[in-house]
């Protein structure tokens, strides 16, 4: 049986606790910028070059957009691909598309298209009505041939902002 004083420490530790996590968690929120939308640059290898000749080693892309808001969606305006020399190439979005709270879109490169080269990059562009958290942008790579595979990642840079 515990004594009143046992109860009334563990109280107030309990309160202690408390307080301190709504601190960190308050503290992390203040931490978090947030926008209306972005123009983000993503880089990605549709090859790489291994070797004294250079070799092109081709690799698969993947393009991955998260919404990282946990209440509110996000609507992409622009997902264009282009080449080692700035050349558009394609449009990845024939027209807006709405990401709900914590939803993800990728968009895949296939191995064979060897159109981007070693420079490819795309643009992603997007929108919300109510200021949100930044979405997580990346292009991941990865390719295996016989015994030998890689992958690797790459992040999205901001290029313009829209801040509320």
């Known amino acids: 049986m515990s004594t ?3 109860t009334k420490l563990m109280l107030i530790v309990f309160v202690l606790l408390t ?19 972005q123009t983000v640059y993503v880089p990605l290898y549709s090859h790489i070059y291994s070797g004294d000749r250079e070799q092109p080693f081709y690799l698969a892309a993947t393009l ?18 282009y080449d080692s020399e700035g050349k ?13 709270a914590m939803a993800t879109k990728r968009y895949v490169v296939p191995e064979s298209d060897k159109s981007g080269g070693s420079g ?3 643009i992603v562009a997007w929108q919300s009505m109510k200021p949100v958290a930044e ?14 595979g890689i992958s ?3 992040r999205g840079r901001v290029l313009e902002a829209i801040s509320p």
């Open 19 to 37: 307080l301190m996590i709504g601190f960190l968690i308050r503290t992390a929120d203040a931490d978090m910028r947030l926008f209306n939308g």
């Open 64 to 81: 991955s957009i998260r919404n990282t808001d946990r209440q509110h969606a996000i609507t992409l305006t622009a997902v264009d691909y």
């Open 88 to 100: 558009f190439l394609k449009h990845y979005l024939e027209k807006p598309l709405v990401l709900n």
């Open 135 to 148: 979405p997580l942008i990346e292009s991941v790579m990865i390719s295996t041939k016989t015994q030998q």
């Open 120 to 122: 490819a990059k795309f």
């Open 152 to 154: 690797f990642t790459s």
């Open 4 to 6: 009143p004083i046992t």
